[in-house]
């Protein structure tokens, strides 16, 4: 079965920092690019980062560029999201999403992941 | 930066009904790259559409798409009440980057 399975996540303070994690399973992890999308309390999707299936490229949402850094490990199947300087506008909850090469989609969700970032 | 329209906000129909869903977008989109999602309360996004017009897999055939350059539409022959939920529209673009629609909410009238 594909799968992703995400950690991570909690509540932090104003220019604090936080890390997520996303452990991969069920497809060949390397042969896909990754990516972060997340959700805003009540609001819509919002794309935030995308990493190659080599981990060499990344692009980041204009954002949080800057402020994320997206890495993998493709010995473990596991993609990093490191958030530093985090804004309250950082709430949301964040789904690692795996892509479906050659149409710009998302075809794997994890189960997301609330990040909450306030005083 | 492409952006999506979706309309209705809000879309009230009975089992049964045939639910259309409306994406515009601002600048033509590449029908290859045009997705729809559909989410349930507390739970990620699902992929429904890819290509505009491919379902995407375990998707029954009472889904379907359609549409080219600016305008695209979800279709929902017969309403079941799994089918209530919000759905968004996607697409991508260079450099790369992707949109969202607003949404639309689907509801049971």
């Known amino acids: 079965e594909v799968q992703l399975v995400q950690s991570g996540g909690g509540l932090v303070q104003p220019g604090g920092s936080l890390r997520l994690s996303c452990s991969a399973s069920g497809f060949t992890f390397t042969n896909y690019a990754m990516h972060w999308v997340r959700q805003a309390p009540g609001k819509g999707l919002e794309w935030v980062s995308i990493i190659s299936g080599d981990g060499v490229t990344t692009y980041y949402a204009d954002s949080v560029k800057g402020r994320i850094t997206f890495s993998r490990d493709n010995s473990k199947n596991t993609v990093f999201l490191q958030m530093t300087s985090l804004r309250v506008e950082d709430t949301a909850v964040y789904y690692c999403?795996?892509?479906?090469?050659?149409?710009?989609?998302?075809?794997?969700w994890g189960q997301g992941t609330m990040v909450s970032v306030s005083s | 930066e492409i952006v999506l329209t979706q309309s209705p906000g809000t879309l009230s129909l009975s089992p049964g009904e045939r639910a259309t869903l409306s994406c515009r977008a601002s600048q033509s989109v590449t029908s290859t790259y045009l997705a729809w999602y559909q989410q349930k309360v507390g739970q990620a996004p699902r992929l429904v559409i890819y290509g505009a017009s491919s379902r995407a897999t375990g998707i029954p055939d009472r889904f379907s798409g359609s549409g080219s350059g600016t305008d695209f539409t979800l279709t929902i022959s017969r309403l079941e009440p799994e089918d209530f939920a919000v759905y968004y529209c996607?697409?991508?673009?260079?450099?790369?980057?992707?949109?969202f629609g607003q949404g639309t909410k689907l509801e049971i009238k």
């Open positions: 996607q697409q991508y673009g260079s450099s790369p980057r992707y949109s």
């Open positions: 999403v795996k892509d479906l090469a050659g149409f710009g989609a998302f075809d794997i």
